[in-house]
């Protein structure tokens, strides 16, 4: 079965601070997928990313970067230099190659103060 | 067309009522999603469709609620006899066969 973990339920920054947001995965299969999706106040999910299993380059775009470690079945998040607009609700989520859905993490609230 | 639309954005119920949500996804995508999502939760699957046929429904899917996607188009939610249970923000979303999903912004439901 599969399953995502987001360990770390509110965090809250200061401007300008990195923040790194964990996710933890549990599947048995070799193929599956990963995501990160921003939820802000206005309730939207946000696509920001998605991995393959076989792709373990880590990512950059812009502030935002990921890191992608199979060995401990883990897809981190990190924001570098955090934007009060930073301040959202972030999901991971894991979809198997044959399944139609994917399974979310509980998600992690962000709160970037000024 | 920008992105998923639903409608309405909000609905207040009263339980027992009958409540219809709407969904129109990205006009090329063939997949459609509706999950569910309740207070300090991540979203939960309810069912999804590829074109017009309803390929899988989740065990959260229970027999007051029914899903539609005709001509593979728009879809449609609707929840029988409702109950305080059932409030929740209903999330549709739509995608390409093996692409990521697009999400609305989704339908919130309160039953009173």
């Known amino acids: 079965a599969q399953k995502v973990t987001q360990a770390q339920t509110e965090i809250s920054v200061v401007e300008k601070e990195d923040v790194t947001l964990d996710c933890v995965y549990e599947?048995?299969?070799?193929?599956?997928?990963l995501f990160w999706y921003k939820q802000p106040p206005s309730g939207e999910l946000v696509f920001l990313i998605r991995r393959n299993s076989f792709d373990e380059q880590n990512e950059i775009s812009g502030r935002y970067s990921w890191n992608f470690q199979k060995s401990t079945s883990s897809f981190n998040f990190t924001i570098t230099a955090s934007q009060v607009v930073d301040s959202a609700v972030y999901f991971c989520?894991?979809?198997?190659?044959?399944?139609?859905?994917?399974?979310f993490g509980a998600g992690t609230r962000l709160t970037v103060k000024p | 067309d920008t992105g998923v639309s639903q409608d309405p954005r909000h609905k207040i119920t009263k339980r027992g009522q009958n409540v219809t949500f709407r969904c129109d996804p990205i006009s090329e995508h063939n997949r459609l999603y509706w999950y569910r999502q309740t207070l300090g939760q991540g979203p939960e699957f309810l069912t999804y469709?590829?074109?017009?046929?309803?390929?899988?429904k989740s065990r959260l899917l229970s027999d007051r609620f029914s899903a539609e996607r005709p001509k593979g188009s728009f879809s449609t939610l609707e929840i029988q006899r409702t109950e305080q249970g059932d409030s929740a923000m209903y999330l549709c979303?739509?995608?390409?066969?093996?692409?990521?999903?697009?999400f609305g912004q989704g339908t919130r439901l309160t039953v009173v």
């Open positions: 599947t048995r299969d070799t193929t599956y997928y």
């Open positions: 989520a894991l979809s198997e190659e044959w399944a139609n859905d994917m399974r």
């Open positions: 469709f590829q074109n017009e046929a309803q390929l899988e």
């Open positions: 979303a739509s995608s390409l066969i093996t692409d990521e999903a697009f």
